[in-house]
């Protein structure tokens, strides 16, 4: 009886060595990295002439995978008319520190912003109502992944 069963467990495999194989299919689609603008909110002086521009006001990152915020640079294209960018390398702690203008072409990055390292001052004490604004394209540094 042994060797019936045996001959049972033979003739299976034979039945299913004639029978075709399933093919699968997996598909593979290669997205583009986009930068999407999360907050680009204004900022409102009241009875001051400086203020630091963080990540409250002033946040992209990219999609579908997060870069880090190092890696996301503001270019200034166009700077503001009625005042200047600041930007410190520093904590808000190490005040001596003096801070770089920002003109035409200069970059600040994401970190930069949620470290608290730029600042808008107003040129001249304004005792009306004014709009101003600067222009930037945001960069991302592109990684060759192994």
Known sequence: MASASSDFAKEDEAENDKEQPVIHKFN??????????????????????????T????????????????????VLVTPPSQGSLLLTKSSSIDRQ???????????FTQ???????????????????LDDSFDFVVQVIKYNYK
């Open 97 to 107: 520190q003096k801070a770089k203008k920002l003109k035409a072409q200069d970059k």
């Open 111 to 129: 970190a930069d912003l949620y470290s608290g390292h730029l600042k808008y001052k107003l040129s001249q004490k304004s005792y009306q109502p």
């Open 55 to 74: 990540d409250s006001y002033l946040l992209y990152q990219t999609h579908p995978k997060s870069s880090a915020n190092e890696d996301i640079f503001y």
């Open 28 to 53: 593979i689609e290669l997205v583009t990295l986009q930068v999407k603008a999360i907050k680009n909110l204004p900022v409102n002086l009241l009875n001051v002439q400086e203020t630091v521009i």
